[in-house]
Nanobody, 123 residues
Framework: QVQLVESGGGLVQTGGSLRLSCAVS????????LAWFRQAPGKEREFVVA???????YHADSVKGRFTISRDKTKNLVVLQMNRLKPEDTAVYFC?????????????????WGQGTQVTVSS
């Protein structure tokens, strides 16, 4: 059974940092794309960043230079390091996975999802 469990959300001031983790079980990291999406109240789920099995990454323009995704194969973790946070980064953040050799960047392309973790950035 595939499970994705996020942790690390919380409240932070503008300009601060947060580190989100997603523990992945039931999937082989060697052929899986992993991503983070976010959803603010009243808005659609939005792509943030993704990494494929070759460690190639793709970032949304809104987070380039501020957010970094990484994979820890030994612990089956995918981590989102968020720096220089802004109030517009406030959302529920979701970890997602798909068994593929490509790098999907849209929500419908992902097979598995975590339950989400709230990130709130105060101004």
């Amino acid at each position: 059974q595939v499970q994705l469990v996020e942790s690390g959300g919380g409240l932070v001031q503008t300009g601060g940092s947060l580190r989100l983790s997603c523990a992945v079980s039931g999937l082989s990291f060697s052929s899986t794309a992993l991503a983070w999406f976010r959803q603010a109240p009243g808005k659609e789920r939005e792509f943030v960043v993704a990494v494929d099995w070759t460690e190639t990454t793709y970032h949304a323009d809104s987070v380039k230079g501020r957010f970094t995704i990484s994979r820890d194969k030994t612990k089956n973790l995918v981590v989102l390091q968020m720096n220089r946070l802004k109030p517009e980064d406030t959302a529920v953040y979701f970890c997602a996975a798909r068994r593929t050799l490509v790098l999907p960047i849209t929500a419908p392309e992902y097979e598995f999802w975590g339950q989400g973790t709230q990130v709130t950035v105060s101004s």
